[in-house]
């Protein structure tokens, strides 16, 4: 497995809006102890971006790409 640390990115709320307008969208609500809300954003290059949004820290999105090596 590749390391995707390298590809997180801590964006704000107002960026995380921007993206989803910009994007399709498939949403995945997960209600576990914590709130886990995961995006798939499929864009026309074939890359996947995952976000997760963990319930105490709605503010701070982390973005993770999942770049075209994974068709690969």
Request: charged share 20%; hydrophobic share 50%; with cysteine.
């Amino acid at each position: 497995m590749k390391d995707f640390e390298k590809t997180i990115i801590n964006i704000t709320a107002a960026s995380f809006i921007q993206i989803l307008e910009r994007v399709e969208v498939c949403i995945h609500l997960v209600k576990t102890a914590t709130i886990y809300i995961l995006l798939i954003l499929l864009r026309e290059l074939q890359c996947r971006i995952y976000i997760c949004s963990v319930g105490g820290a709605q503010k701070d999105v982390y973005l993770m790409k999942f770049v075209e090596w994974f068709y690969k």
